[in-house]
């Protein structure tokens, strides 16, 4: 029977196995962001104390998440998968023990914190680099259209609610101790996960190519490894000058002159030229910078204040808007994984990105809660579909022994200027109207996009690389 195209991923077996352990991990991480609030708050913390752990948090995330990808590509991925699950359930029940009987203290939570944001450092560049392994490459659009369809619903709905149900009828704790299970879960399904470390590509004979844009894992096939002197890159991926495609999953080079740290440092700025060598690449991820940078503080720290003056909504109100947002992208994700991959595939994600930030303007000139839910929805909508076509283009373009430290690049980069945008964004509402703030976000996000489009020829490169289906 045919499935819906979104869907088809689920006919894998490994697939299906790596989804679900992410299903389920998500939605633990949402429950977190709701008890670590109750559990700052039973220990009597101030909304400094509730700073401080989740601030905690980030940084174990941020300075994480470069070495993470460099753990992607040099050690096998289900066992990394596995380690991030089980040090996450080990956290998780320690501390529910500690609240249940009466130890936890806020520097607990604060190293908990820490733990599950290295956890997401480590898990994020991890599972990015097995999905082109498991699956065809015609069927990695619709697998980062699930994951852009479930982790919102999970993360920012399901797990919440849940917690917050769950803290309503039992202690703090007992919301922790599911968070454990979830985790524990994640954990057992992963055992059961096998990622091909190497290229698996049936061949018929010493010389044989994928065809063009489908140079993906075949699950059923027997892995073929490559001889060294065979320089195999993956249709559609920029070779890198000095590395062998095919030897992704090569063991950890030995360095006698520098040891670990020097090895370490060496994959990452292989790495990092990789990423200033490609153009394509290296303007999306500037221009997302950017982006974020302008969209984050207003949309976290200015709109509570709009819908508190404009509108007399609480904080129920705002987390109404937020849902409107990622309600949005969850359901462009899940539209765009049931299409094919557009021909013009940049200068789709930078349209999508850039014109879906237009709307954002009026949020700051209206005082109906219906065209402000309406405007961040088109905001969110923009974000998603641009997100699920962002992460198939590096599954589908980037050499996979590589994939895992241009995807932590990415995630760095994303969340680099974060903290910036949004302590930046009161002190700069204080002397410019917030409609110039919100319009000039509007704006000037495309504007930037267009000039990334144009500087790094994307247009022409996406015809020079075709990627079918």
């Known amino acids: 029977m045919p499935l819906p195209r979104a869907l088809e991923p689920f006919r894998l077996g490994e697939y299906r196995v790596l989804a679900f352990a992410m299903f389920v991990s998500v939605f633990g991480a949402g429950m977190w962001a709701v008890a670590l609030v109750n559990q700052v708050l039973e220990l009597d913390g101030t909304a400094v104390d509730l700073s401080a752990v989740t601030a905690v948090g ?218 200033l060598h490609t153009p394509w690449l290296l303007w999306t991820l500037l221009w997302a910078v950017c982006a974020v940078f302008l969209l984050l503080g207003p949309l976290e720290v200015l709109v509570p204040f709009l819908v508190r003056d404009r509108l007399g909504g609480d904080a129920a109100t705002f987390g109404y808007l937020l849902a409107c947002y990622g309600g949005a992208s969850a359901l462009a994700s899940l539209v765009v994984a049931s299409l094919p991959l557009p021909r013009r595939y940049l200068s789709w994600m930078i349209g999508l990105w850039g014109l879906g930030t237009l709307p954002f303007g009026l949020v700051a000139t209206t005082e109906s809660f219906w065209v402000m839910a309406v405007c961040l929805a088109c905001v969110g909508a923009g974000d998603g579909a641009g997100m699920v076509l962002w992460g198939t283009l590096l599954q589908r373009r980037v050499p996979r022994h590589m994939l895992g430290r241009v995807s932590s690049l990415d995630f760095f980069v994303s969340i680099a200027l974060m903290p910036v945008s949004m302590a930046i964004a009161g002190p700069v509402a204080q002397v410019v109207p917030l409609p110039v703030v919100f319009w000039t976000v509007a704006v000037l996000t495309p504007v930037l996009g267009f000039v990334a489009l144009w500087a790094g020829r994307m247009r022409q490169d996406e015809l020079a690389h075709p990627l079918a289906g």
């Open 58 to 275: 980030a940084l174990g995330m941020l300075v994480v998440v470069l070495v993470g990808g460099i753990a992607a590509d040099r050690f096998p991925l289900a066992a990394l998968l596995r380690l991030v699950e089980a040090g996450n359930a080990l956290t998780a029940g320690t501390v529910a023990v500690l609240a249940l009987t009466g130890g936890l203290r806020l520097w607990h939570l604060g190293a908990a914190a820490f733990v599950f944001g290295a956890g997401v450092g480590f898990f994020y560049p991890a599972y990015s680099a097995a999905l082109p392994r498991v699956l065809p490459a015609r069927q990695l659009l619709a697998a980062n259209g699930v994951e852009g369809t479930a982790r919102p619903l999970l993360q920012q709905a399901a797990g919440p609610a849940a917690a917050g149900v769950l803290i309503g009828l039992l202690a703090p704790g007992g919301a922790v101790a599911l968070i454990a299970a979830c985790h524990l879960a994640a954990l057992v399904l992963l055992l059961r996960l096998h990622v091909p470390e190497r290229e698996a590509l049936p061949v018929t004979g010493p010389t044989a190519r994928a065809p063009l844009g489908d140079a993906a894992v075949t699950p059923a096939a027997e892995p073929v490894v490559r001889p060294v002197a065979e320089p195999v890159v993956e249709a559609g991926a920029e070779p890198v000058v000095g590395s062998v495609p095919g030897a992704e999953t090569a063991a950890v080079p030995s360095d006698p002159s520098g040891g670990v740290f020097a090895s370490v440092r060496r994959d990452l700025m292989e790495g990092v030229r990789y990423t």
